[in-house]
């Protein structure tokens, strides 16, 4: 620990050689309050550049450069000078030092980082996420006894300085960092939760606007604007969803490693922002366990206030915490910590310490609710699958690599759903105790079913924003098999979706697209990337509309966008091959590969699957080595496999054939 500090000592010794020359001094903004009269003018101000930090009634606050104010006090807006040069003002305090903290230069940040790592490698593991617009580092630090494993316990997530200038988002995440590094060995409460958790923590997701002490990015972009659900419509959200370098950094954390909290911290306001905040209708499904642990946060630290974002503060689309809870079901919030978003630093240490307890709450609370892993039950290899949990019919997942999940819960009566594509549905109810820190865990073990669809829309990538307020239906809505249940996918508007698997090129269609209900179409690309580019295969425009990827020149893809013309009610996308009748089964030459019989051996029963679903009887023949047809058998319509009994047959060796297919299937000997 004292070669700790040491190292730390040092680098902050440097920092004051070099340090300063590092941090940008920003454009001037002037800290304002604005009458306004309803939602309308907020949008209003928002588009046209005006940063808001605060929403009450009848008026809200934010920063705004003095051209801008002169052209708003022209518009009509009765506007009050609060403070001139607020950005100069938090310039100068993230240079000042003080004896219980400072704001670290980038590159001091980073150097700490890798002590930090360096010097506690059984608990400390730095990983770089990605690279700025400008090159600079997006760094995690990873805190757990087997840091270097990725272990199947509950995750949880913390991040800061998602807008730069915000810098004491940042430096509560990088003490939470100091702090556990330093308690571990000596605090039974660390100790037990770094040993029985993965705690993940990236104090300056957002590098170029830190450096440059600028709310936006080293592109202009809001990265809080930039995140994939309900994107757009928003001032300087960027060319596209996931634009930007540092939401696709964090994106490509999160859909290979599930968490069970989220939580990004701001400043400008001192509040508890819950999802939703792209839409004022009171929607959340999960709406009492966020507000449960909201609460308890507020409780354990600031008593912050705490609600819907787009009620508590106001309407914005592409919002980190709404693409959380929507892509994978993470309890998820942002806080705003502080009504200066970089106070003097002799305030680090005290907001830090009135969060610290309700941070550590969030990391303890974790390990409460449903738990479990999801295995294949003939192989017991992992799964990746759809949790579903009722009545509130939301969904995580379970970890692509571990096949484990975890869902923070409160005591109670559950019915848990397990989907996965090729697979039947699991269904169990499961009861959280009524016990502090209760959990259940759960071993699930999925069957294989032949009958099932092999390959469906696993999950929502990302999505343009909704503008009809009686749009109140959900991208995941489409997900999985068709059943009647859609997305409104609006005129004009996108929706990107993850297929479990690649769709692989056959002959004919290779997938279908549902629409529950309605007139409206889409048009239909595809992609390997899930970013693009993107080809077009075509038009939905009925009940069921299929599609070759080949005439669009691919083998296999795996994203699949549609663009709504009209109201598309989106119901599914399948990989659904569907044989027409008995001269396209000849034509398509069947082969062995696409029937699975077994046993070769057999005493008594034999079964056969096919591969594929015909809208007609297929008729099998069993020949003896004669030649002699012995036995006749067929799978109906629509269905995929059958169990033969060959009780009457002697033993001897003998053929199976199928129709339309000019040499025996499969070999097979008969013993009694």
């Known amino acids: ?29 002037d800290l304002v309050k604005i009458e306004i009269s309803d ?11 005006f940063i808001i930090n605060q929403v009450r009634e009848g008026y809200c606050v934010g920063e705004a450069s003095p051209i801008l104010i002169q052209q708003l006090t022209k518009q009509g807006f009765k506007i009050t000078l609060m403070q001139e040069d607020i950005s100069g003002f938090y310039y100068n305090n993230s240079l000042n030092r003080d004896d219980r903290g400072r704001y670290l230069t980038y590159a001091e940040f980073v150097d700490t980082m890798h002590v930090l790592a360096n010097n506690h490698p059984d608990i400390c593991k730095l990983e770089t996420l990605g690279f700025s617009h400008s090159n600079r580092l997006i760094l995690a630090m990873k805190l757990s006894d087997s840091v270097w494993v990725d272990e199947t316990e509950p995750a949880v997530y913390f991040d800061g300085a998602t807008h730069g200038d915000e810098k004491i988002g940042w430096a509560i995440c990088f003490e939470l960092i100091k702090y556990i590094v330093q308690n571990y060995y000596d605090n039974q409460q660390i100790y037990t939760l770094v040993n029985s958790r993965e705690i993940w923590i990236v104090p300056m997701i957002n590098p170029d606007g830190y450096y440059n002490s600028s709310r936006y990015n080293g592109r202009s972009v809001d990265v809080n604007r930039n995140y994939g659900w309900m994107w757009g419509n928003e001032s300087s959200c960027g060319s596209d969803a996931f634009s930007e370098n540092e939401a696709t950094a964090y994106y490509n954390l999160f859909v290979k490693q599930p968490f069970v ?34 609460q308890r946060y507020s409780q354990n630290g600031n008593y912050y206030p705490y609600g819907q974002g787009s009620i508590i503060m106001y309407l914005i689309n592409g919002s980190s915490k709404d693409y959380c809870y929507g892509f994978g079901g993470e309890v998820s919030w942002s806080i705003e910590v502080c009504n200066y978003k970089t106070p003097s630093a002799s305030w680090i240490d005290p907001c830090f310490n009135s969060n610290r307890n309700a941070m550590l709450y969030l990391i303890r609370k974790a390990g409460q609710g449903i738990h479990g892993k999801v295995t294949d039950s003939l192989t017991n290899e992992p799964l990746y699958a759809q949790i579903w949990v009722y009545p509130r019919n939301w969904l995580s997942y379970s970890s692509p690599t571990k096949g484990d999940f975890h869902r923070f819960y409160l005591p109670g009566t559950y019915t848990l759903m397990t989907k996965c594509p090729g697979y039947k549905t699991d269904s169990q109810t499961v009861v959280v105790p009524n016990t502090a820190d209760s959990s259940v865990f759960v071993n699930i073990k999925l069957v294989p079913d032949s009958t099932a669809i092999e390959n469906y829309a696993m999950r929502v990538i990302h999505t343009r924003y909704v503008t009809s307020s009686s749009n109140r239906t959900y991208p995941i809505r489409s997900l999985g098999v068709h059943d009647g249940v859609s997305f409104q996918l609006d005129n004009t508007k996108w929706i990107v979706l993850a297929m479990a698997k690649p769709i692989q090129n056959d002959s004919g269609n290779d997938f279908t697209v549902y629409r529950s209900s309605g007139t409206g179409t889409a048009n239909v ?59 396209e089964i000849e034509n398509n030459k069947l082969a062995i590969e696409d029937f699975d019989i077994y046993p070769t051996l057999v005493s008594s029963r034999l079964n056969v699957e096919c591969k594929m679903r015909f809208n007609q009887d297929i008729k099998f023949a069993i020949y003896d080595v004669l030649g002699r047809d012995v036995k006749s058998f067929e799978i109906r319509a629509g269905e995929t496999q059958t169990s033969v009994n060959l009780k009457n047959l002697r033993s001897g060796v003998y053929f199976i054939k199928a129709q339309g297919i000019d040499k025996p299937v499969q070999r097979i000997t008969i013993i009694k």
């Not at 690309?525 to 077009?536: A, R």
């Open 1 to 29: 620990m004292k070669f700790l500090v040491f190292s730390i000592i040092c680098i902050l010794l440097v920092g004051n050689i070099y340090g300063q020359s590092q941090m940008t001094r920003p454009p001037r903004l």
């Open 39 to 49: 939602n309308y003018q907020l949008k209003q101000l928002d588009n046209q550049g």
């Open 261 to 294: 909290v989220y939580t990004t911290y701001h400043a400008g306001d001192s509040v508890i922002s819950n999802p939703w905040s792209y839409t004022s209708y009171d929607t959340v499904p999960e709406k009492f366990l966020i507000w449960h642990l909201a």
């Open 525 to 583: 690309k595809v992609s390997n990337n899930w970013k693009g580019p993107w080809t077009s295969v075509g038009t939905a425009n009925s009940a069921n509309s299929s599609f070759n990827i080949g005439t669009a020149g691919f083998d296999t893809v795996r994203y699949v966008r549609l663009e709504g013309s009209g109201t598309f009610y989106l119901d599914a996308i399948e990989e659904y091959v569907l044989v027409s009748d008995i001269d």
